[in-house]
């Protein structure tokens, strides 16, 4: 395989063995901060991505770098604290790897978390919102080149966020009495924080969040015929809506603030599945 295209069976391969006799079916992709998830999974194995052939190393502070399976709420669940962001180098087919891999281990749901910035003029710091739709802003497609094994060409995203998945969502967030808001997430490539004026922009073409990660993997999950949901937290508002100035440091103490919520949530949501 090229560069551009990791090998997919070798790192499946290694992760399969690393976790043995564990066979996850749902997999959980940890965002900037919200990687306590995985200290919630139980009887767990840890393979560092050092062990898998393709990973890279995690730059980026509150990715831990490391697979972690196990059973959470009597599922056995694959999570992946610490995630590849474009913006680090990394061609979109790294970035999707993982999710290459989730698939090829026989995982059929992907929850995706993240952290983002606030656009809706309603959400505030510590906001959690489920992922109705993005939109695509990196300039980045993880689909173009060859068609990879088991992938369709083109696949449908005019509904890439499981609608049956997010009602149940929507369920457990009454049950657990977690707020939860419904909106629509843009992914920029980054890494630099939005403009005001970018921030103007993306609000009058329907985004509610924004971050730099998440579309990739999704887009790749859906070609592999991955049912999806994601939660992004608001961990900011963005920028010319909030404080005068924006940090990663920000986002991290915000996401600590919220995880009980958060934890609550994934928790539900992966017992009823």
Do not use: W
């Not at 680090?88 to 978390?113: N, S």
């Not at 990879?148 to 083109?154: A, C, I, L, P």
């Not at 920029?188 to 004026?197: H, I, W």
């Not at 991290?252 to 919220?258: E, F, G, Y």
């Amino acid at each position: 395989m090229s560069e551009a295209f990791p090998d997919v069976r070798a790192a499946a391969e290694a992760v399969r063995r690393a976790i043995a006799p564990r066979q996850p079916s749902v997999a959980l992709v940890l965002g900037s901060g919200l990687g306590f998830l995985a200290d919630e999974i139980a009887g767990a194995a840890r393979v560092p991505y050092a062990a898998i052939p393709g990973f890279p190393r995690p730059t980026v502070q509150g990715h831990a770098g490391e697979l972690v399976a196990g059973t959470l709420e009597g599922k056995t669940v694959l999570a992946q604290s610490g995630r590849f962001h474009l913006y680090e180098g990394h061609a979109p087919a790294v970035v999707a790897l993982p999710i290459r891999v989730f698939a090829a281990l026989g995982v059929t749901t992907l929850i995706v978390t993240n952290a983002a910035g606030g656009i809706r003029r309603t959400f505030r710091p510590g906001t959690l919102m489920l992922i109705a739709d993005h939109l695509n802003l990196t300039g980045r497609q993880p689909l173009a080149g060859p068609v990879q094994e088991g992938e369709e060409r083109f696949p449908d995203m005019s509904d890439p966020y499981d609608r049956a998945l997010r009602d149940l969502a929507r369920a457990v967030a009454a049950q657990e009495r977690v707020a939860l808001e419904e909106g629509t997430y843009v992914g920029l490539l980054g890494p630099s924080y939005e403009t005001k004026a970018e921030i103007e922009m993306l609000k009058r073409i329907g985004a509610d969040a924004v971050g730099m990660s998440t579309v990739s993997e999704v887009i790749v999950a859906r070609a592999r015929g991955l049912r999806c949901l994601g939660i992004s937290t608001v961990t900011n508002l963005a920028a010319g809506l909030g404080a005068p100035t924006l940090s990663h440091q920000e986002v991290l103490a915000t996401a600590d603030q919220v995880k009980g919520d958060l934890a609550k949530l994934v928790r539900g949501i992966v017992r009823k599945l």
